[in-house]
């Protein structure tokens, strides 16, 4: 079935270096990707999406390309700021349907 | 832009009690609403897809006479933990559709946290 890899453990980095989450999916035909943020004790909001192969997903500084070569969304972001500690997940969402499948999340922390 | 709002957001219980959890769409109609858990430190696993007006779809291994799932409106569905255990302590989250179409938004409640003593 249709699944979502993120690299295992937290993040943990200093304000102003350079953030890159991988996340790789298996999907069958054409899904939609996503990258979604939790903040402490909020639920879920959607931070960028891509809907096609080589389409680039961007907000806040966040920045996400679909590679369908690579089977790939990962998420970079070149400026950390504290603001930016959450848990960012990464999903999926199979063409038609929005039975998303999340990855395991990633857990960052931004140090001053 | 579209609110969903879970309630309550915290509860806490006594083992073999019922809760029951409300998921609205305060701005949108939502003719499909989803119901996740989220274990600490694990993804979400979507346990229902709700539909107004129908029975809920459950996912493999979650039991449906345990997570009764009810859609009576347009704005609301709920869940309601039945004869709720220490192991069904965790994190719920809803989602709602804005409309029929599989591809159009989804928006995230902000989860309720239910400790079950």
């Known amino acids: 079935g249709d699944s979502v890899t993120q690299m295992e453990g937290p993040v943990t980095l200093s304000e102003e270096a350079f953030l890159t989450i991988n996340c790789t999916y298996t999907?069958?035909?054409?899904?939609?990707l996503f990258w979604y943020v939790q903040y402490p004790g909020e639920g879920l909001q959607l931070l960028l999406k891509a809907t096609k192969a080589d389409d680039k997903g961007s907000n806040k500084g966040f920045e996400a390309t679909y590679r369908k070569e690579t089977t790939s969304f990962h998420l970079e972001k070149g400026s950390v700021q504290v603001s930016d500690s959450a848990v960012y997940f990464c999903?999926?969402?199979?063409?038609?349907?929005?039975?998303?499948?999340f990855g395991k999340g990633n857990q960052v922390v931004v140090i001053p | 832009g579209a609110v969903v709002s879970q309630h309550p957001s915290w509860v806490i219980c006594k083992s073999g009690t019922s809760v029951k959890i409300e998921c609205r769409s305060l701005d949108f109609q939502a003719t499909t609403m989803f119901w996740y858990r989220q274990f600490p430190k694990q993804s979400l696993m979507l346990m229902a897809t709700s539909n107004e007006g129908s029975k809920a779809t459950y996912e493999q291994g979650v039991e449906k006479d345990k997570f009764l799932i009810n859609h009576a409106s347009l704005t609301l569905s709920t869940l309601t933990v039945t004869s709720a255990h220490p192991e069904d302590s965790s994190f719920y989250i809803c989602s709602a559709q804005e409309n029929r179409d599989g591809n159009s938004p989804l928006h995230f409640g902000n989860g309720t946290r239910l400790t079950v003593t």
């Open positions: 999907a069958t035909g054409y899904p939609s």
């Open positions: 999903a999926l969402r199979p063409y038609g349907n929005n039975r998303l499948a």
